[in-house]
Nanobody, 117 residues
Framework: QVQLVESGGGLVQTGGSLRLSCAASGIIRSFNVMGWYRQAPGKQRELVAIIRIGGTTNYADSVKGRFAISRDNAKNTVYLQMNSLNPEDTAVYYC???????????WGQGTQVTVSS
């Protein structure tokens, strides 16, 4: 009954910004790790950014300095602020959440981000 609901995707021009949101429902505890992955046409899914329950983060080299991940543990929500977007960022972005105990991983439905040149 746990669900991850994403929002914020859309179409922007090169250099623009978007903020993605992912809210978890059907769960009381906070997830140990929440993050964002993306998959472009013809490519495999790749990690974009993760944030742990204590607030530490990791980013893919391709988005460092442009994207920022954050979370609100009280709302069980994770955000991805995307700045200086370029066409290479075009992909379906998926929210991910992981619990250590009991072990479980959940995925959102995906939201399309398209950056035009």
């Amino acid at each position: 009954q746990v669900q991850l609901v994403e929002s914020g995707g859309g179409l922007v021009q090169t250099g623009g910004s978007l903020r993605l949101s992912c809210a978890a429902s059907g769960i009381i505890r906070s997830f140990n790790v929440m993050g964002w992955y993306r998959q472009a046409p013809g490519k495999q899914r790749e990690l974009v950014a993760i944030i742990r329950i204590g607030g530490t983060t990791n980013y893919a080299d391709s988005v460092k300095g442009r994207f920022a991940i954050s979370r609100d543990n009280a709302k069980n929500t994770v955000y991805l602020q995307m700045n200086s977007l370029n066409p290479e960022d075009t992909a379906v972005y998926y929210c991910n959440a992981m619990m250590a105990f009991p072990p479980a991983t959940y995925w959102g439905q995906g939201t399309q981000v398209t950056v035009s040149s």
